[in-house]
């Protein structure tokens, strides 16, 4: 009969080896998901932030084809069509019929600023014909349109045929460019370009 003695098992320098590994493999698996986990919250924050400003450009761009009278930046009247195809504008204003009974009211999308200095794009509605309108309540302030966590640095028009009568449709070009930023500081740049022509007919 073998002795159990003479049985041999793992010695202590394997052991410590063995365990070295497992824990080597372990921690690099660990900090592997995490890693993942870290990329995929990051990005999944920059994209809540992209759709922030893709809703605020595909809605200016909605609310810029019902409108007339497209004046590109803030010389002379606002009400007054204004060309800018060679010297774009970081801000324009039209006008929008909100109603059959003559409704009138007066959009400007700007480039405007947040306290702590980020930038933002803003749109200011003003009633220029309030017959028939049901509400003129809180229309002449600013409001913003993009989140304090995306920071708007260029903010370009470029109206064309804006002017009546020379039966040309007026549109825009719209430039957006701009850095997205997580809780964290980390930042990751954008550039959006769009473009609209206006509905109705030129007359």
Known sequence: MKSLFNKKGFTLIELIVGVSIFTAVALAAIGTLSIARDGARRTQIIRTVLDNVNFAVESMSRKIRVGTKYHCG????????????????SSMTFTVDRGALGCISRYTYA????PDGKGKITVKEEITDAYGCTSTVGFALPQDLTSPDVDIDLLRFYVRDAL????????????????????????????????????????
């Open 74 to 89: 803030t010389t002379g009247t606002l009400s007054d069509p204004r060309d800018c195809s060679s010297s774009p504008e």
């Open 111 to 114: 480039l405007g600023n947040h």
């Open 164 to 203: 009546s009568g020379d039966f040309k449709q007026p549109s825009v070009t719209m430039v957006v460019r701009g850095v997205a930023r997580t809780p964290k500081g980390e930042a990751t740049t954008f550039s959006l370009e769009t473009y609209a022509t206006q509905r109705k007919l030129d007359q």
